[in-house]
């Protein structure tokens, strides 16, 4: 087992990474999905990845950084995915259980680097999650599960013929038309990815209101989106393509193709043209076009009302938390059993999450001063 802390020193490892992350069919694993988020998230967190080793052949990957969270003085250790907000999978790359159980040992014998590990967008259907928690019991480390988000795929040849029947799109399409030359473009270069993603951009924090925006409207964020695809056009894995009206993109979808799977990331549209539903016109001509490509949709996380339209299967993303002293274990069960109750009661909202942030940074600043 080693520890990676710089960059430089992932670089002899990249294809190996590369073939577990194709192995688990996890595009947010790949290294440059990875590389490219440090490469404009460096100052958040040091990097953590753990390698796992047999007879020198790489059999194990755990992507992981450490960061701070909370206040000065009132701060503690966070052990997590690296990516985690913008990866829609977060997951731990393992050949086998005993490298799982590797992971968690090493972990776990280092523990006074960290104070809280929290595993997030674990998919329900990954071996991750349907290996740590008995590896965890075995080490009897004080851990808890939490629900994320439901992710809808849809299988090619299931019967869910609404999915990729375009003909329903056509008498819309006819009204678009009316308004000028359609068309829909590929980003097939530097430019027209900084183009496309910066119409994507635009639309998302339109769609979301100035006060909150997406979480692209951090310049970092959309940057490091522009990195990840130059990387994925590399690899001939970028579908990003836009809906156009006079060459002018009013709509755009941003996806990856991996391994036997098209995964749309995101899409968006301009909000002038939402009576021509230019988004829907836009994704229903990609899924048909990939529909011969690809042996699965995934729609990725979130419960949007078009996904479950589409979809014919259905996964959980799960969030998997490990303390490393029982006090803390205890204040974080009870914090996010409260946080979840009221975040469904809108007027004690806002008091009632800054009260227990507050609660909750120190505990932890307390379990930490006393490893």
């Known amino acids: 087992m080693i520890e990676i802390r710089e960059l430089a020193d992932i670089t002899p490892y990249f294809e190996e990474w590369d073939d577990l992350a194709l192995e688990q069919e996890n595009f947010f694993c790949t290294s440059d999905w990875i590389l490219s988020w440090l490469e404009d998230h460096d100052d958040l967190g040091e990097p953590y990845i753990l390698g796992a080793f047999e007879d020198d052949r790489l059999v194990g990957v755990a992507p992981l950084m450490i960061c701070k969270q909370g206040l000065p003085g009132f701060s503690y250790r966070l052990l997590q995915f690296i990516g985690t907000g913008l990866s829609d999978y977060g997951d731990i790359l393992a050949t086998g259980d005993d490298v799982y159980e590797a992971f968690l040992t090493h972990i776990h014998h280092h523990r006074g680097k960290w104070d809280v590990c929290d595993l997030r967008e674990i998919n329900s259907s990954s071996e991750t999650f349907l290996t740590l928690p008995s590896a965890l ?4 480390m004080p851990f808890s599960t939490y629900k994320m988000f439901s992710c809808y795929h849809m299988e090619i040849g299931a019967a869910n013929d609404e999915a990729y029947d375009i003909r329903n799109t056509f008498t819309t399409m006819k009204r678009l038309r009316n308004q000028g030359r359609i068309s829909i473009s590929f980003a097939g270069n530097a430019a027209s990815i900084n183009d496309k993603i910066s119409y994507l951009v635009r639309f998302l924090n339109k769609r979301w209101g100035a006060d909150d925006g997406s979480m ?22 970028l579908a990003l393509f836009s809906l156009d009206i006079d060459d002018k993109p009013i709509a755009v979808l941003l996806g990856f193709q991996f391994k036997g799977r098209f995964i749309i990331y995101s899409h968006a549209y301009d909000e002038r043209w939402t009576k021509y539903h230019p988004g829907r016109l836009l994704l229903k001509q990609i899924i048909y076009h990939y529909q011969d490509k690809v042996a699965l949709i995934d729609f990725s996380r979130g419960a949007e009302s078009y996904k479950k339209q589409l979809s014919n299967t259905v996964t959980r993303n799960i969030g998997l938390r490990i303390y490393n002293h029982p006090l803390l274990y205890m204040s974080g069960l009870v914090y996010f059993r409260l946080r979840e109750i009221l975040l469904n009661v809108p007027l004690l909202h806002k008091a009632s999450m800054s009260l227990f942030d507050s609660i909750q940074r120190s505990l932890s600043s307390f379990s930490y001063k006393r490893m």
């Open 216 to 237: 692209f409207s951090d310049s970092r964020n959309s940057n490091f989106l522009r990195i990840a695809c130059q990387h994925a056009l590399a690899s001939k894995q």
């Open 137 to 140: 019991r075995n080490l009897r």
